[in-house]
C-alpha cells in the first residue's frame, strides 16, 4: 500500500487532501518519526506532540512565501518531511545527511538556523519588519513552546512586538514541558481557567486566540485562519498538545523520550560524566550545608534529579534562562552559599555578561559544572562546546578546569568548594573512562599539573577529554623509537608555569592538545605564557579545534578529522617534528592506526560547506 506521505512533495499538495487523508497522514508521520529516531537517535516526544499542528499550518500558510520561524527547532521533523525532505529523512543526524533543526542550507522552507530557545519571536518580529520596510506582503509564523516563555529573550520580543504592533503571528505551543516540567509564573498563568487566559497577552498588545486543541486538524485550521485574517496587530495563538503523542512510552514519560541515543550496538557500564556530578554535588550537599544546585530547565540533562529529590528546597530549577540562572547564583553566593549552577556549554554563552560582571567582577564563589564540552556530535553545529575554554580563559578571578575521567572530575568538584571565588569545571558529553571513584576525594593544588608519562624527544600537553588519547599516542611514537612525556594540564586558568617551563627548557618541542577552538583556547594560554618568559624559542603545536562551525555526526568522526584522537596526535607530530623519526613521516603509513592525512567522507553535496574543505587543524 502506497503511503500517504511518499506522495508529499511540497507543502501545497497537502490542500488537496480530505479529512480523512490527513488523519492518515498525521499517523504516517509518526511512525515514520518513531522508528527513525529509535534508529539514529533525536527528538522524539516534542516532535510527536506537533504532527497536526504542522500539517495545519502547511495547509493554511503558503510556505515558502510565508516565513515559518520554530523556535529550537528541535521539533521540526514533520515540517522537514512535508517540505520535500521525507527520502531525505533516513540520514538525519547523521554525517552528511540531514540536520536535527532548522537548516537554510537544507531547503527554502526553514528561514532560521535555529537551536537554542527564545529566539523565534525577535528573529519572525525582525523579518516582519523587513517584509513591511520592502513593501512586500506575507504572513510570519513563529511557533514557540510554552518552555520558551521563561526565556528572557522572549520575553523582550513579546514586549517589542506589542509595541511596534507588527502583522505577524505567534503560535504558543503548550505541552506543560520544555524537556522537564515548565515551571515559572507565565507557565502557571498557561494553567488557568481559559477565561483568564486573553488578559496577559492583550495587555502586551496581542490578539488573543484559544486555548485551542492541538491534535484537532479541523479547530487548528479554523483558529490559523481566524489569526491569519487579522492585519492590525500582532496575534498569540494558543494551542495545547501532547508531547509525545501516539507513543505510549513518550507519552508516559515524555521527560524521558524528549531526547533519543542513537542505536548502539556497543555498550559500557562506565557512569557518565553528568551521573558523576550530579552523585558528587549530592554529597557534597550533605557535608557542607551551604551547596545549593541550579539549573536551567535540564535536571535530568545535567544528572541533578537526585540531587533534587534529595535537596528539593536546595534546589533550584529557573527554567530555560541562563542569564537569570547566574546571577540568581551570583545572589547566592554573595549572602554566603556555594551554588553550583549545572549549564550545558553551548547555553552558556547566553550568559556570557552575567559571567563578567555579575560574577567574576565581584569574585563570587560560584561553581559553573559545565556539560557538554567539546564536541557534542549528532546536535551539530548550534550544540558544540567548543567555545567554553575560550570565552572563560578571558574572564579575570576564574579558575578553570577540565578533568581527564570521572575520578577527577570528582576531584576537582571538591576542589571547587575550597576556593573562595568563581570556578568553571568543563567535561564532555559521554561515558566516563571506567576508572573507580575514590571514596575520599582528592584536593587537588589550584594550577598543577600532572605529569603522566616521562619522555626525552618532546612533550604533549593535554587538557581534559584528549589526555587518554594523548595516553595512547605517546605510546605509539615509543614504538618508533619518539619518547613523548605526558602531561594532564587539568588546569587552563591558572596555568603550571613552573612546569612549563621546565619542559620548555628540557625539550624544546611542545605539543598541546584539546577538544575545544584554537582561537583563545588552552594552546594559546600556553603559547601565550610562553612568550611572557621569554622562551620564544620553544617550537610550538597546537591541536584542536579549527575556526569554524563543526557539522552534525559521530563524535569520534570529527575527532578524527580534526586529528584529535591517538593516530591524529601521532600524524601531526610526524609532520611537526620529521628529525625525530629515523623513517620520513610520509611513508609511516605502516604504522597501526596511523594516517598521514586522513581520508575522511566528505560531506552530502547537496549541503556541502565550506568548513569541510580542510584537512589537518592547527
Not at 407 to 433: F, H, K
Not at 607 to 618: I, M, W, Y
Given at each position: 500500500?502506497?503511503?500517504?506521505?511518499?506522495?508529499?512533495?511540497?507543502?501545497?499538495?497537502?490542500?488537496?487532501?480530505?479529512?480523512?487523508?490527513?488523519?492518515?497522514?498525521?499517523?504516517?508521520?509518526?511512525?515514520?518519526?518513531?522508528?527513525?529516531?529509535?534508529?539514529?537517535?533525536?527528538?522524539?516526544?516534542?516532535?510527536?506532540?506537533?504532527?497536526?499542528?504542522?500539517?495545519?499550518?502547511?495547509?493554511?500558510?503558503?510556505?515558502?512565501?510565508?516565513?515559518?520561524?520554530?523556535?529550537?527547532?528541535?521539533?521540526?521533523?514533520?515540517?522537514?518531511?512535508?517540505?520535500?525532505?521525507?527520502?531525505?529523512?533516513?540520514?538525519?543526524?547523521?554525517?552528511?545527511?540531514?540536520?536535527?533543526?532548522?537548516?537554510?542550507?537544507?531547503?527554502?522552507?526553514?528561514?532560521?538556523?535555529?537551536?537554542?530557545?527564545?529566539?523565534?519571536?525577535?528573529?519572525?518580529?525582525?523579518?516582519?519588519?523587513?517584509?513591511?520596510?520592502?513593501?512586500?506582503?506575507?504572513?510570519?509564523?513563529?511557533?514557540?513552546?510554552?518552555?520558551?516563555?521563561?526565556?528572557?529573550?522572549?520575553?523582550?520580543?513579546?514586549?517589542?512586538?506589542?509595541?511596534?504592533?507588527?502583522?505577524?503571528?505567534?503560535?504558543?505551543?503548550?505541552?506543560?514541558?520544555?524537556?522537564?516540567?515548565?515551571?515559572?509564573?507565565?507557565?502557571?498563568?498557561?494553567?488557568?481557567?481559559?477565561?483568564?487566559?486573553?488578559?496577559?497577552?492583550?495587555?502586551?498588545?496581542?490578539?488573543?486566540?484559544?486555548?485551542?486543541?492541538?491534535?484537532?486538524?479541523?479547530?487548528?485550521?479554523?483558529?490559523?485562519?481566524?489569526?491569519?485574517?487579522?492585519?492590525?496587530?500582532?496575534?498569540?495563538?494558543?494551542?495545547?498538545?501532547?508531547?509525545?503523542?501516539?507513543?505510549?512510552?513518550?507519552?508516559?514519560?515524555?521527560?524521558?523520550?524528549?531526547?533519543?541515543?542513537?542505536?548502539?550496538?556497543?555498550?559500557?557500564?562506565?557512569?557518565?560524566?553528568?551521573?558523576?556530578?550530579?552523585?558528587?554535588?549530592?554529597?557534597?550537599?550533605?557535608?557542607?550545608?551551604?551547596?545549593?544546585?541550579?539549573?536551567?530547565?535540564?535536571?535530568?540533562?545535567?544528572?541533578?534529579?537526585?540531587?533534587?529529590?534529595?535537596?528539593?528546597?536546595?534546589?533550584?530549577?529557573?527554567?530555560?534562562?541562563?542569564?537569570?540562572?547566574?546571577?540568581?547564583?551570583?545572589?547566592?553566593?554573595?549572602?554566603?552559599?556555594?551554588?553550583?549552577?549545572?549549564?550545558?556549554?553551548?547555553?552558556?554563552?547566553?550568559?556570557?555578561?552575567?559571567?563578567?560582571?555579575?560574577?567574576?567582577?565581584?569574585?563570587?564563589?560560584?561553581i559553573f559544572a559545565i556539560d557538554r564540552g567539546g564536541i557534542v556530535g549528532d546536535d551539530g553545529r548550534?550544540?558544540?562546546?567548543?567555545?567554553?575554554?575560550?570565552?572563560?580563559?578571558?574572564?579575570?578571578?576564574?579558575?578553570?578546569?577540565?578533568?581527564?575521567?570521572?575520578?577527577?572530575?570528582?576531584?576537582?568538584?571538591?576542589?571547587?568548594?575550597?576556593?573562595?571565588?568563581?570556578?568553571?569545571?568543563?567535561?564532555?558529553?559521554?561515558?566516563?573512562?571506567?576508572?573507580?571513584?575514590?571514596?575520599?576525594?582528592?584536593?587537588?593544588?589550584?594550577?598543577?599539573?600532572?605529569?603522566?608519562?616521562?619522555?626525552?624527544?618532546?612533550?604533549?600537553?593535554?587538557?581534559?577529554?584528549?589526555?587518554?588519547?594523548?595516553?595512547?599516542?605517546?605510546?605509539?611514537?615509543?614504538?618508533?623509537?619518539?619518547?613523548?612525556?605526558?602531561?594532564?594540564?587539568?588546569?587552563?586558568?591558572?596555568?603550571?608555569?613552573?612546569?612549563?617551563?621546565?619542559?620548555?627548557?628540557?625539550?624544546?618541542?611542545?605539543?598541546?592538545?584539546?577538544?575545544?577552538?584554537?582561537?583563545?583556547?588552552?594552546?594559546?594560554?600556553?603559547?601565550?605564557?610562553?612568550?611572557?618568559?621569554?622562551?620564544?624559542?620553544?617550537?610550538?603545536?597546537?591541536?584542536?579545534?579549527?575556526?569554524?562551525?563543526?557539522?552534525?555526526?559521530?563524535?569520534?568522526?570529527?575527532?578524527?578529522?580534526?586529528?584529535?584522537?591517538?593516530?591524529?596526535?601521532?600524524?601531526?607530530?610526524?609532520?611537526?617534528?620529521?628529525?625525530?623519526?629515523?623513517?620520513?613521516?610520509?611513508?609511516?603509513?605502516?604504522?597501526p592506526d596511523s594516517r598521514a592525512f586522513a581520508d575522511v567522507p566528505r560531506f552530502n553535496a547537496d549541503?556541502?560547506?565550506?568548513?569541510?574543505?580542510?584537512?589537518?587543524?592547527?
Open positions: 500500500m502506497t503511503r500517504l506521505l511518499d506522495q508529499i512533495k511540497k507543502p501545497a499538495d497537502l490542500k488537496r487532501l480530505k479529512h480523512e487523508e490527513l488523519e492518515q497522514l498525521a499517523t504516517e508521520i509518526r511512525q515514520c518519526i518513531v522508528a527513525t529516531v529509535l534508529e539514529n537517535g533525536g527528538h522524539m516526544a516534542s516532535n510527536l506532540g506537533v504532527v497536526e499542528l504542522t500539517i495545519a499550518l502547511h495547509r493554511v500558510f503558503d510556505s515558502p512565501r510565508d516565513k515559518l520561524i520554530w523556535d529550537v527547532s528541535h521539533q521540526c521533523y514533520t515540517h522537514k518531511l512535508l517540505t520535500g525532505r521525507q527520502y531525505d529523512f533516513g540520514s538525519l543526524r547523521r554525517y552528511g545527511g540531514i540536520s536535527g533543526y532548522t537548516e537554510p542550507r537544507e531547503s527554502v522552507h526553514d528561514v532560521f538556523t535555529t537551536g537554542h530557545v527564545g529566539t523565534a519571536i525577535s528573529s519572525a518580529l525582525g523579518v516582519a519588519a523587513a517584509r513591511d520596510l520592502q513593501g512586500e506582503d506575507f504572513h510570519v509564523v513563529a511557533i514557540i513552546g510554552d518552555g520558551s516563555v521563561t526565556a528572557g529573550m522572549t520575553l523582550e520580543g513579546l514586549n517589542h512586538a506589542g509595541y511596534l504592533q507588527k502583522r505577524f503571528i505567534v503560535i504558543l505551543n503548550d505541552n506543560e514541558m520544555s524537556i522537564s516540567p515548565s515551571v515559572g509564573a507565565i507557565a502557571n498563568h498557561l494553567h488557568t481557567p481559559p477565561a483568564a487566559q486573553p488578559t496577559l497577552w492583550e495587555n502586551l498588545g496581542f490578539q488573543y486566540i484559544g486555548p485551542v486543541d492541538g491534535h484537532d486538524l479541523d479547530a487548528l485550521q479554523t483558529h490559523l485562519r481566524a489569526a491569519k485574517a487579522i492585519v492590525d496587530k500582532p496575534v498569540l495563538v494558543h494551542v495545547r498538545t501532547q508531547k509525545g503523542k501516539g507513543y505510549r512510552p513518550a507519552e508516559e514519560n515524555p521527560e524521558k523520550w524528549h531526547g533519543v541515543a542513537p542505536k548502539v550496538i556497543h555498550k559500557t557500564t562506565a557512569p557518565t560524566y553528568s551521573q558523576v556530578f550530579g552523585d558528587t554535588v549530592t554529597a557534597m550537599a550533605r557535608a557542607d550545608k551551604r551547596v545549593v544546585a541550579i539549573t536551567a530547565a535540564m535536571p535530568s540533562g545535567t544528572g541533578l534529579n537526585g540531587f533534587a529529590q534529595t535537596f528539593p528546597e536546595r534546589f533550584f530549577d529557573v527554567g530555560i534562562a541562563e542569564q537569570h540562572a547566574v546571577t540568581f547564583a551570583a545572589g547566592l553566593a554573595a549572602q554566603g552559599m556555594r551554588p553550583v549552577a549545572a549549564i550545558y556549554s553551548s547555553f552558556l554563552q547566553r550568559a556570557y555578561d552575567q559571567l563578567i560582571h555579575d560574577v567574576a567582577l565581584q569574585n563570587l564563589p560560584v548550534t550544540h558544540q562546546g567548543a567555545f567554553d575554554l575560550a570565552y572563560l580563559r578571558s574572564i579575570p578571578n576564574f579558575t578553570v578546569m577540565a578533568p581527564k575521567d570521572e575520578a577527577e572530575l570528582v576531584d576537582m568538584l571538591w576542589t571547587a568548594l575550597t576556593i573562595n571565588g568563581p570556578v568553571a569545571i568543563r567535561y564532555p558529553r559521554s561515558v566516563g573512562e571506567g576508572v573507580a571513584l575514590s571514596q575520599q576525594p582528592n584536593i587537588l593544588r589550584v594550577g598543577e599539573a600532572e605529569m603522566l608519562r616521562a619522555g626525552t624527544d618532546l612533550a604533549i600537553l593535554a587538557l581534559g577529554s584528549m589526555v587518554y588519547p594523548a595516553l595512547e599516542a605517546a605510546k605509539a611514537l615509543s614504538s618508533l623509537g619518539v619518547e613523548a612525556a605526558v602531561v594532564n594540564a587539568r588546569f587552563v586558568k591558572p596555568l603550571d608555569g613552573n612546569l612549563l617551563k621546565s619542559l620548555a627548557l628540557n625539550f624544546n618541542r611542545l605539543v598541546t592538545v584539546e577538544e575545544g577552538v584554537l582561537a583563545g583556547g588552552f594552546g594559546s594560554a600556553v603559547m601565550e605564557l610562553l612568550e611572557t618568559r621569554g622562551l620564544n624559542y620553544v617550537t610550538l603545536k597546537r591541536l584542536g579545534l579549527p575556526d569554524e562551525f563543526i557539522e552534525h555526526g559521530e563524535r569520534g568522526l570529527f575527532l578524527k578529522r580534526y586529528n584529535l584522537d591517538a593516530a591524529g596526535i601521532v600524524s601531526v607530530i610526524q609532520q611537526t617534528f620529521p628529525e625525530l623519526f629515523s623513517v620520513p613521516w610520509y611513508y609511516s603509513v605502516a604504522l549541503l556541502q560547506h565550506q568548513t569541510f574543505s580542510r584537512n589537518v587543524a592547527g
